[in-house]
């Protein structure tokens, strides 16, 4: 009878992450976040472990897991655990819970907390109050896929205008983005202000990176970046302006939402975190004002006071 009941069992975890994959494809055209894979997972297969679940949503095997539970051990300078499938197996069905190391490492892999793994509850509701006054609507440790797949969908969703500032924005010019950004200079104005690649302060910035950045060389910045995505957009209603002054953090503002990247000293631009707020506080107000400001410089002509004097500069990119 037991042998019975473990094949009727085997049958519908087979059945379930069937299902899992096909909701995780059904995701892609959509660009969701691996967190919001997750949920559509568990309304679908209530029965199923979160933590199986985030494996689905992100379509790995327990072999990948393994693999990167230990990149993560290595990364901290700890010899890797190599936690086998039979024990991952354990973990997600719920026969044996991981002790806390691995439910933190695991926390990483899957950039979550433990009560989105089904571990432990979320007692943060008491801080929601202010989150919601301060206008934070979402927070990403670093630039990540799931940090991407939130643009993205942000790009994808504006209605009104798109308006972006930082040191390189590299991934503006990639295969994903480049026909976005083409597609919706045709809806809606989108303007782009990046760091001037052969200005003093983009050479201070990087070097305060712990490691040579790919974007680094300016020609190759301007060749693989900057011109591409200037021709790529001609027909549509983008502009792309350089300016020659330090930054401290990138601005992504998509309608009434802004998404703002903190830079930070021995660490890659993509190390910061990513927050974002809605309109209408206090917060929303002094980041678009930051924008407002470096797009008045761009439309003065000449440059207004103090600015001209410190040759604080905004001017247009022409590919």
Not at 108 to 119: A, E, H, I, N, Q
Not at 135 to 146: A, M, S
Request: aromatic share 8%; charged share 30%; glycine share 6%.
């Amino acid at each position: 009878m037991t042998t019975s009941i473990s094949r009727v069992d085997r049958t519908a975890r087979r059945r379930a992450e069937r299902a899992a994959r096909d909701i995780r494809l059904q995701a892609l055209p959509e660009a969701l976040p691996p967190a919001e894979v997750v949920d559509r997972i568990l309304a679908a297969l209530p029965d199923v472990h979160p933590l199986e679940a985030h494996r689905w949503a992100h379509g790995w095997d327990r072999a990948e897991l393994s693999a990167r539970i230990d990149l993560a051990y290595r990364q901290d300078g700890l010899l890797p655990p190599s936690v086998s499938d039979a024990e991952l197996c354990r973990w997600e069905h719920g026969q044996r819970r991981p002790s806390d190391e691995r439910i933190d490492v695991l926390c990483r892999v899957y950039s979550t907390r433990p009560d989105r793994l089904g571990f432990g509850r979320d007692y943060s509701g008491a801080m929601l109050g202010h989150l919601e006054q301060a206008g934070l609507v979402d927070l990403f440790p670093r630039t990540n896929l799931e940090s991407k797949s939130d643009l993205v969908s942000r790009i994808r969703g504006a209605r009104e205008r798109i308006t972006m500032f930082g040191l390189t924005r590299n991934f503006y010019g990639s295969d994903e983005l480049l026909p976005l950004f083409t597609a919706k200079a045709k809806e809606v104005p989108i303007r782009i202000f990046i760091m001037d690649p052969h200005c003093d302060s983009r050479r201070d910035r990087y070097r305060l990176e712990p490691a040579e950045a790919a974007m680094e060389d300016p020609g190759r910045y301007e060749r693989e970046v900057l011109r591409p995505l200037a021709e790529a957009t001609a027909d549509g209603d983008l502009k792309i302006y350089l300016y020659n002054f330090p930054c401290s953090f990138a601005m992504e503002q998509m309608d009434d939402s802004i998404r703002v990247m903190l830079y930070g000293h021995s660490k890659r631009g993509t190390d910061g975190p990513i927050l974002t707020f809605d309109h209408g506080t206090e917060y929303h107000r002094y980041f678009a004002g930051q924008l407002e400001w470096v797009q008045r410089l761009a439309d003065a002509d000449p440059v207004p006071e103090p600015w001209r004097s410190k040759d604080v500069r905004v001017w247009r990119y022409q590919a």
